[in-house]
């Protein structure tokens, strides 16, 4: 697909959107919708943010396609279309295994109730109580109990039981239990209801489709093009720089990360005090690893489970699951299903969460040793679901926190945004400074691909409400 060149863009546009990720794109494509002119703006070589792919050694690898909750069916039909809609499909068999536990689900409500009572031997009170108790949460409720206080007070004791209703989430967010359990209960909800999605066709169809569809809405979407200031002028957005040149715009929405917006493309100089003291207490989330293994064309693999979370730490730990060594780690398991209209292919990514400062402090030789010995821990991992899985294998490729960096400029790597506090921040960002809007992963619960596109939609109500209050 061909997008605009920097030099043939206007000097003004209505909006213009900073970043390509799944609330850049959604947020773009719902302005241009109702009708004003959108400038994306996105500096890597394609769209999609953390929703990308790269090909190597004849395979396609898929980045963040590890799995959605159901709420995307309802959400792309409404905002993206019937046809992007139609590509999302069930991962049926989603498998857990580790020292306290292995078991294979559907990850719905009813197959969780099921293996909490016949498996665990959770009476049926307690189970039912957590799940009513966690439905019932919403945004607004009382945010001082944390998720450790929530399951200790259905599953005390139970660290088995923790560990089931806790590590999915860790890895989908990077949330640790000692969050607000409100977080813990809206995320839950989503994911662990209907079970795990995915798109069929990978994330290349999937951004291609909505890079369709924004052109179709008249967006100018162009890439390679970071932008390196917002510019604010007496107590107003006036548009950005980009590559040296200013573009004018009655609005700028960031899809960079809230950090970077404030501290590096807006210039804290802009925010009262009492806006930078609670902005300054934002955390950044963890970031991640991946290992990437293509299986050699001709081969096969046996069906091992779509989506496998596996660990041989004894005990579920949130710090464990982000250090180097690392015994935890989710395989995603790529069948020729995946993309049904291509030549058959196998691949499979290990993914890890991760500290960027264990990563970023490395010289180059300590850092590439880091990267093989990472490689080696997860092929002995994978083996011992796939013996002989070795000699299957034609391609490997990994990646680190400061991939992740590089490719999406977030501070630290960050996979998942920031903590609760960014929620507010980033709503409060249009109220600090008119015109001004961020959008993209923040607060856990505007993470993910569904939290983000979500996201998208959101703001794209906001700034459409303040270029129509402001003309
Ligand atoms: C390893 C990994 C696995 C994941 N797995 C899943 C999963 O299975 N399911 C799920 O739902 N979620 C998953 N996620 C999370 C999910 O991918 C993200 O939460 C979501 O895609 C983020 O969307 P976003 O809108 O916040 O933007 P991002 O994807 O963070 O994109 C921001 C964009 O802004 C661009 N940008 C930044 N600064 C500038 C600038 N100055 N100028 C121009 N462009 C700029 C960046 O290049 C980037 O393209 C995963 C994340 C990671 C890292």
């Not at 009170?125 to 109990?145: I, L, R």
């Not at 005090?273 to 902005?279: C, H, M, T, Y």
């Not at 989506?307 to 730490?313: D, I």
């Amino acid at each position: 697909m061909k997008f605009s060149s920097l030099d043939g863009l206007r000097k003004q546009y209505d909006v213009v959107v900073v970043g390509s990720g799944l609330g850049g794109l959604t947020c773009a494509n719902r302005l241009a919708s109702v009708g004003h002119s959108v400038l994306l703006l996105e500096h890597h070589h394609r769209l999609g943010g953390l929703a990308t792919w790269f090909r190597r050694g004849g395979h396609i690898f898929d980045v963040s396609l590890h799995g959605f909750p159901y709420g995307m069916v309802k959400t792309c039909k409404k905002y993206w279309g019937k046809a992007i809609r139609d590509c999302i499909v069930p991962l049926p068999k989603i498998v857990f295994d580790n020292p306290q536990f292995s078991l294979t689900t559907t990850f719905s409500k009813e197959d969780f109730i099921r293996l909490l009572q016949e498996e665990f031997g959770v009476a049926s009170e307690a189970v039912h109580g957590f799940f009513a108790c966690v439905d019932a949460m919403n945004f607004y409720d009382d945010q001082s109990m944390t998720t450790r206080e929530l399951f200790e007070q259905f599953f005390p004791g139970r660290t088995d039981v923790h560990r089931l209703l806790m590590e999915p989430i860790s890895y989908a967010n990077g949330s640790t239990l000692d969050e607000p359990a409100i977080t813990y209960g809206i995320v839950f909800s989503n994911f662990m209801n209907r079970g795990v999605y995915t798109f069929e066709g990978g994330t290349d169809k999937l951004i291609a489709m909505m890079a369709e569809e924004l052109q179709n809405n008249g967006v100018t979407i162009c890439t390679r093009a970071k932008v390196e200031q917002i510019l604010l002028e007496e107590g107003a957005t006036r548009g950005v720089v980009v590559n040296g040149t200013f573009i004018a715009a009655g609005a700028v929405v960031s899809n960079s990360g809230i950090t970077n917006t404030i501290d590096q493309l807006a210039g804290r100089e802009h925010f009262s005090a009492a806006f930078l003291a609670a902005f300054d207490k934002v955390e950044v989330n963890n970031s991640s690893c991946q290992v990437y293994f293509g299986i050699r064309r001709g081969e096969s693999i046996p069906d091992i489970g779509d989506l496998l979370f596996t660990s041989t730490n004894r005990d579920f730990s949130s710090e464990e699951m982000r250090a180097m060594e690392t015994g935890s780690r989710t395989f995603s398991v790529y069948y020729p299903k995946t993309r049904p209209d291509q030549p058959e292919d196998y691949t499979i990514v290990a993914s890890m969460n991760a500290n960027y400062a264990d990563w970023s402090g490395l010289d180059e030789a300590a850092y590439q040793q880091a990267k093989e010995a990472m490689v080696e821990r997860c092929l002995l991992d994978l083996e011992r679901y796939l013996p002989g899985i070795r000699a299957k294998i034609d391609t490997i490729e990994s990646a680190t926190p400061v991939t992740f960096n590089r490719y999406t400029l977030h501070t630290r790597g960050s996979s998942f945004g920031t903590k609760f506090e960014g929620l507010e921040v980033s709503r409060a960002l249009h109220r600090q400074m008119p015109g001004l809007f961020h959008v993209g992963s923040v607060g856990i619960i505007m993470s993910g691909w569904l939290g983000a596109i979500n996201y998208g939609v959101i703001v794209a109500n906001d700034v459409d409400g303040y270029l129509r209050s402001s003309s």
